[in-house]
């Protein structure tokens, strides 16, 4: 009635588990890709902001305020 499962492993059980095995590494090796990467991309990130920020820096510095006053328009009435 009740079978019992055999402790030996079968050529297809063994494939399976390599199979399983090798998919975990790859997807740990994948994983540490994707965030070597991303670190990477936010470490260019911070110094293309601070080149940015020092270029406008300077051009605020190197540039006279300028204030304009608004001309008043004639208005319409109908």
């Avoid at 588990?17 to 670190?39: F, H, K, S, T, Y």
């Avoid at 110094?47 to 051009?59: G, M, S």
Wanted: aromatic letters at 0%; glycine letters at 2%.
């Amino acid at each position: 009635m009740a079978d019992k499962k055999s402790t030996e492993a079968t050529p297809a059980s063994i494939a399976r588990a390599n199979r399983q095995r090798l998919a975990v590494e790859e997807g740990a090796r994948a994983m540490a890709d994707i965030e070597q990467r991303a670190a990477a991309v936010r470490k260019n990130m911070e110094r293309l902001r601070a080149l940015r920020e020092a270029k406008e820096d300077e051009e605020a510095r190197s540039e006279p305020a300028v204030v304009t006053k608004k001309k008043r328009g004639k208005t319409l009435s109908r």
